[in-house]
């Protein structure tokens, strides 16, 4: 059986014809299995995911699932949605428990449950699967690569070795440059392996985020119900940070500079800092006072400074100690470099063996490293400089031979201060109702999206590519705006904006993408909302192109 199938393992009773069709009306081909050793013997054929009811698993022996989970090659991690029963018993509590510590990738799905949990499941599941296909195609394309590289390579090292000093002098500098070359193109693979992830990420977040308004204003004024609200949406907007971490790591981004308080910047990241410098090197944070927020893009600036800690744990192989120092400072005419106002230093100190002149000279300048072939690119600092120096500041090393590093980031004072996060106020319906047409190929964020817009009071049609969407304007549905989102198969965001404009030229429309930037040229300007987006944010936005859009029908009936 090829790859792109669902399996079905539920012997008893109607489920597996039931999920057969909820499977097959999700776009997908099914196979049901008729006991394990079917099952088994379909997963060596090929699938993307199994469906497997509770009782196919309870009270038999799955130790051949389990070999045939733990024998799945380095790329694959073959996810299992398991249907559960209502049954809350301690012998339930441990089967279940001891089948996630044997099939690994498993989620639950518990009876009576909707055609629509089934499918989000499934269609989920399915595509996390697509992206382990996708991993195991680059990996075999980069080990490829890599040998026909170093084929290239030796018959080169042979044809140089009769070459005078002179060209063995250029044969290292090639060689370099292709050992940089090749650590960027492994850095592209996985910023899009990361991005395709964080995408889908911003995606859930979306529907957890959207349902999670509408529940703010539907309960009761209770101080603990409200505090576990917070805490939840607190969550969700952590996430989302993460999502853009990824993101920022996989596209190459305009600054976006607004105040930041750089203590809690700093406090957030302790965690990860620690896990990435390891348990030999003890991280100290100092800042005295509290400080005044700086002017800098805070992804970027996290960047910097999980960069700055990599490279003193690289400085510090037998273990040491990382500080990480803030001050409040104003530069003086000694500085020539630097504004003559206040700043934030952010210091990155370590108890390395420290650089001598000849190296700290250099140590900014792109592609020079002293680290070995493969383990660095040599751009981390220079990347560093180049953040400092564009958000208004300054980079400065500071090291000496067998006593250590410090790396200081002059950050300029903000005149403002970061908005503080809070849960959404709460939000008036619709003083004039719109009729939208939303456009997602996700069923579960078209349908949080279109409760939070029915909570506004607009009218909404879902459509779930872009060319549902046309064919319902074709059939004389005219909507006030259009809401679409950009990464849909088939027909883009972009396309159909693109195709609108041609038949309805002065429609709205309003873009949604979970992506940093969107790849390409596009060939007309879009007004864009970034995902995961609030109420609040959705509403601004088609309150503002509506009434763009109406005042100037106003302008031109009044001529």
């Known amino acids: 059986m090829p790859e792109g199938n669902v399996l079905i393992l539920a012997p008893v009773g109607r489920d597996a014809?039931?999920?057969?069709?909820?499977?097959?009306?999700?776009?997908?081909?099914?196979?049901?299995?008729?006991?394990?050793?079917?099952?088994?013997?379909?997963?060596?054929?090929?699938?993307?995911?199994?469906?497997v009811a509770e009782e196919a698993l309870y009270g038999k022996s799955i130790e051949r699932l389990t070999a045939w989970v733990n024998a799945q090659p380095p790329w694959s991690d073959f996810p299992f949605i398991v249907i559960t029963n209502q049954n809350d018993g301690p012998q339930f509590t441990e089967f279940r428990r001891r089948i996630v510590g044997k099939l690994r990738n498993i989620s639950f799905l518990e009876r009576p449950m909707q055609a629509i949990s089934l499918q989000a499941a499934v269609l989920s599941a399915k595509r996390g699967r697509a992206r382990q296909y996708e991993a195991r195609a680059y990996l075999e394309a980069q080990q490829h690569a890599a040998k026909n590289l170093e084929h290239l390579v030796v018959q080169r090292t042979q044809a140089l070795q009769s070459a005078n000093e002179q060209l063995r002098e250029e044969s290292k500098r090639r060689e370099r440059a292709q050992a940089a070359l090749m650590q960027a193109q492994k850095l592209e693979t996985m910023g899009q392996l990361v991005g395709g992830v964080a995408h889908d990420f911003n995606n859930l977040l979306m529907a957890v985020i959207g349902n999670l308004e509408l529940l703010a204003r539907k309960i009761d004024h209770d101080p603990r119900q409200a505090r576990l609200l917070h805490g939840a949406m607190e969550g969700a907007r952590r996430g989302a940070t993460l999502t853009q971490r990824l993101l920022a790591f996989a596209r190459k981004q305009e600054l976006q500079s607004r105040a930041t308080n750089i203590q809690t910047l700093v406090q957030d990241m302790r965690d990860l800092i620690e896990r990435s410098v390891g348990p030999l090197i003890n991280v100290e944070i100092h800042a005295g006072e509290p400080l005044p927020n700086v002017n800098i893009d805070p992804n970027q600036l996290e960047m910097a400074l999980l960069n700055l800690a990599v490279n003193a744990r690289d400085a510090m192989p037998a273990g040491g100690t990382l500080t990480i120092a803030m001050e409040r400072c104003v530069a003086t005419a000694e500085q020539p470099d630097l504004q003559p106002c206040e700043y934030v230093r952010l210091s990155v100190q370590d108890t390395g063996a420290g650089m001598d002149a000849a190296t700290l000279a250099r140590a900014v300048e792109p592609f020079f490293s002293t680290k070995g072939a493969g383990k660095g690119t040599g751009l981390g600092l220079s990347m560093v400089h180049g953040l400092a120096e564009q958000s208004g500041g300054a980079f400065r090393l500071h090291s000496t031979l067998g006593e250590g590093t410090r790396a200081d980031l002059w950050l300029p004072v903000a005149e403002t201060a970061p908005a503080p996060l809070t849960l959404p106020a709460p939000i008036e319906a619709a003083a004039a109702p719109a009729t939208i047409l939303l456009v997602d190929d996700d069923a579960l964020i078209a349908s949080s999206t279109a409760a939070l817009l029915e909570d506004l009071g607009h009218r909404v049609t879902e459509a779930h590519s872009g060319h549902e969407a046309l064919v319902l304007l074709q059939d004389g549905l005219a909507p006030d705006i259009v809401v679409t989102d950009y990464a849909m198969p088939g027909m883009t965001g972009v396309d159909l904006a693109v195709a609108l404009r041609k038949q309805h030229p002065k429609l709205p429309i309003l873009l949604a993408t979970g992506y940093a930037e969107l790849q390409g040229?596009?060939?007309?300007?879009?007004?864009r909302i970034a995902k995961p987006y609030t109420q609040q944010q959705l509403s601004a936005e088609i309150t503002r192109l509506i009434s763009r859009h109406t005042h100037q029908l106003d302008r031109r009936s009044s001529v």
Request: aromatic share 0%; charged share 20%; with cysteine.
């Open 521 to 527: 040229t596009q060939p007309i300007e879009l007004p």
């Open 17 to 51: 014809a039931a999920c057969a069709k909820l499977v097959e009306q999700a776009g997908l081909d099914s196979h049901i299995c008729g006991d394990v050793c079917e099952l088994l013997m379909q997963l060596d054929r090929g699938a993307d995911l199994a469906l």
